[in-house]
Every structure is written in structure tokens, then in C-alpha cells.
């Protein structure tokens, strides 16, 4: 077949989109789109009651403290402020760099090998972001036992609050095991992937002799 | 930009380029992974619109972006595993010539499917040279030499022809 052959069989309505399968493509687009910004936004809800319900019932404790209750000494019970405060630290970060993901756009003066380059950027600082929660997890199990004996110190809380040692580390570790499958499964596969079309445009393109 | 204006024109552009896009994903996957490309393509060209200044043609915008978002396309898990099954189910490929008279719709798949056992960066430049670029377009979007293109595009022709050969028209 030659060129002119070819660039006819291109041209033919055969290699153009039907009106009807490029209607439903973007239906689905239109409704995945809608679906993906809906379970982001319901999972951010989930997770925000989950810590606005200690969170108030601790402002609560502070505020209005029970008859013959102390209230919070923060000298004495700061253990469990910073460990209330990592979460949402946590939240808040996730918050913030899903509004940027949402706003940015491809830089489109930029050719496709420079935007190789920076998804491989992006990559490097999502791998750097599983270290930072890895690094907030370490840090909550490093002030569990703390906040445990400050509470018990201060007679707030009994050998009850004990279990916490075994379900806290349990939850913490289901966590470290998501992110290092997200990591090996997911982001070096796609490093590698990414190094390899990258180094495919370096690759010398003269034909072999 | 408002979203009733991103709106518009992503329907626009989706009516004006469906061909880009119909070729960008056939030439980068096959079966049911096409639905899998075509909805990525859509997000990058959704996201990148607001990104568009109108100094610029709309359709080398449009190659821009759905070239990079299938070179950068991860399958699924899913339909990779899919892929796989039915790679291993299937007998050894047929390397016969079509018959003669074979159709237009089937001398696409084969040309296709000669695409796709390309490299990525080759598979683009292939889709975007049978599209009708210029060497120097072609270098814009990659960030490629015009020099470089033109060595990778003599070789490409050739992976074309051979991929094409003992099609109806024969083999020239």
C-alpha cells in the first residue's frame, strides 16, 4: 500500500467517530466527572465528623467541664492535643492539595516532553507525601503511650483506656499498609513507567545501519 | 473562565476534533480499553481547557492534549488483567494476508494494530503524521527537533508499509 493509499484508507468515514458513540462517550465523561467530584466530597465530609466529634466534645470538656471535673491542663495533657491536632493537620493537607489538583491545568506552551517531566515531578513529591503521613503515623503512635499516662496521671482515665495501645497501632498500620502498597504498586510503576517514555525521546533516532 | 463556558467549549471542540480524538485512542488502545483512553482523554482535555489562549489553534491544542494524556495513560488494573486473559486465550496471531477485497474497515485494524505495536513516542508521531502535520508541528508538540522527527518518521513509514503488507492494494 503506499503513501496515497494510506492517507485515503486514513480519510475514509470509516476511521471517523459515529455521532451516536461520541454522544455516549460523553455522556460517561459528563457522569463520571459529577460521580468523582461527589465521592471525593463525601469521603472529606466522612472524615471531617470523624474528627469534628472528639474535637467538640474536648472544646466542650474545655469549656464547661463536669461537676468535680477538671478541666483540660494543656501543661499537663498535651499529648492528646497534638494528637488530636495530627489528623487534622493531615485533613487539612489532603484539603489543600486536592484544591490545587482541582485548579491546575497542563501547561499547554509546554511540549509533551517537558509535561513527561513534570508528572515525573508530581510523582516524586506524591511519594514524598506518603513519607510526610507515614511520618505523622509514626509521630501518633510516638505520643500514644504519652497521652495514655498523662490521662491516667491526672485520673481522667483507667485501665480501660488501655485497649487503645492495641486498636490505635492496629488502624495506624492498616494505614502504613495502604500507603506502601500505593507506593510500590502504584507510584514507582509509574516512575518507571514515566523514566522510560522520558528516556525514549532521548534515544537516538537515526535508523540502524 | 466559568464552568458554563468550559462547558461550551468542550462540546464544541468534542463536535469540531472528535476525529483527533477518535484516532489518538484507537492508535493507543484496543478492545474495551478504548472506553478506558477516550474518558482520560476527555479529563485532560476538560481540565486543560481553561488553559487555552486563543493565539493559538485550537486543533494543535487539542494534538497537544490528548497525545500526552494517552502516552501518560495508566490502564486499569482491571482491563489490564483483562487484556492479559484473553491474550493468553487466544491462539498464536494470524500472520496470513487479509483476502482480497478485504474491506476498509478491517485494512484500519490492521493499520491500527500495526500502531500500537509501535513504541509510544512512535506511535504518536505515527497518528499525528497519517493526521496530516508538519514536521514542524510535530516538533512543537514533543519538544522534538524538526531533524529528529524526519529520522524517526523514515523509519516509521517503513513499520507502516510492513504492517500494511499483503493488504488489498498489495504491497509496493
Same mark, same amino acid.
Given at each position: 500500500m503506499d503513501p496515497a493509499d494510506l492517507g485515503r484508507l486514513w480519510r475514509s468515514p470509516h476511521n471517523q467517530p459515529s455521532a451516536a458513540q461520541l454522544e455516549e462517550d460523553r455522556?460517561?465523561?459528563?457522569?463520571?466527572?459529577?460521580?468523582?467530584?461527589?465521592?471525593?466530597?463525601?469521603?472529606?465530609?466522612?472524615?471531617?465528623?470523624?474528627?469534628a466529634i472528639p474535637t467538640a466534645q474536648l472544646i466542650y470538656h474545655l469549656l464547661a467541664p463536669g461537676p468535680g471535673t477538671d478541666p483540660v491542663d494543656v501543661r499537663r495533657e498535651w499529648g492528646v492535643l497534638a494528637a488530636l491536632a495530627m489528623p487534622w493537620a493531615a485533613w487539612a493537607f489532603f484539603v489543600i492539595q486536592y484544591r490545587r489538583h482541582r485548579a491546575a491545568f497542563p501547561d499547554v506552551e509546554t511540549s509533551?516532553?517537558?509535561?513527561?517531566?513534570?508528572?515525573?515531578?508530581?510523582?516524586?513529591?506524591?511519594?514524598?507525601?506518603?513519607?510526610v503521613v507515614g511520618g505523622l503515623q509514626a509521630g501518633c503512635l510516638l505520643l500514644l503511650p504519652l497521652m495514655i499516662r498523662q490521662l491516667k496521671a491526672s485520673g481522667k482515665a483507667g485501665s480501660e483506656i488501655d485497649i487503645t495501645l492495641i486498636v490505635v497501632p492496629v488502624i495506624l498500620g492498616a494505614i502504613l499498609l495502604g500507603l506502601i502498597w500505593n507506593h510500590q504498586r502504584t507510584l514507582l510503576p509509574r516512575k518507571r513507567e514515566l523514566e522510560a517514555l522520558l528516556k525514549s525521546y532521548d534515544a537516538d533516532p537515526r535508523p540502524s545501519a | 473562565?466559568?464552568?458554563?463556558?468550559?462547558?461550551?467549549? /468542550?462540546?464544541?471542540?468534542?463536535?469540531?476534533? =472528535? +476525529?483527533?480524538?477518535?484516532?489518538v485512542v484507537n492508535g493507543f488502545a484496543g478492545g474495551e480499553e478504548r472506553k478506558d483512553l477516550m474518558q482520560e482523554v476527555l479529563l485532560a482535555l476538560w481540565k486543560a481547557i481553561p488553559a487555552f489562549r486563543n493565539d493559538a489553534q485550537p486543533?494543535? /491544542?487539542?494534538?497537544?492534549?490528548?497525545?500526552? =494524556? +494517552?502516552?501518560?495513560w495508566t490502564r486499569t488494573q482491571r482491563n489490564y488483567r483483562a487484556r492479559l486473559e484473553r491474550f493468553q486465550a487466544e491462539p498464536a496471531a494470524?500472520?496470513?494476508?487479509?483476502?482480497?477485497?478485504a474491506g476498509e474497515q478491517e485494512l484500519l485494524e490492521r493499520l491500527y494494530g500495526g500502531i500500537r505495536d509501535l513504541p509510544p513516542l512512535d506511535r504518536s508521531?505515527?497518528?499525528?503524521?497519517?493526521?496530516?502535520?508538519?514536521?514542524?508541528?510535530?516538533a512543537a508538540i514533543h519538544g522534538l527537533t524538526e531533524s529528529a522527527v524526519g529520522v524517526r518518521l523514515h523509519r516509521l513509514k517503513q513499520s507502516l508499509a510492513d504492517a500494511m503488507k499483503g493488504s488489498a492494494h498489495g504491497p509496493r
Open positions: 455522556m460517561t465523561f459528563i457522569t463520571d466527572l459529577r460521580r468523582r467530584h461527589r465521592g471525593f466530597v463525601v469521603f472529606m465530609a466522612l472524615v471531617f465528623a470523624a474528627l509533551i516532553r517537558e509535561s513527561v517531566q513534570a508528572l515525573l515531578d508530581d510523582n516524586r513529591m506524591a511519594r514524598g507525601r506518603n513519607f | 473562565m466559568n464552568a458554563t463556558q468550559q462547558h461550551a467549549r /468542550f462540546d464544541r471542540w468534542l463536535h469540531d476534533h =472528535a +476525529a483527533i480524538l477518535h484516532h486543533s494543535t /491544542f487539542v494534538y497537544r492534549v490528548s497525545h500526552n =494524556a +494517552a502516552l501518560t494470524e500472520t496470513t494476508a487479509p483476502p482480497p477485497g508521531l505515527a497518528l499525528l503524521f497519517l493526521d496530516g502535520l508538519t514536521y514542524a508541528e510535530m
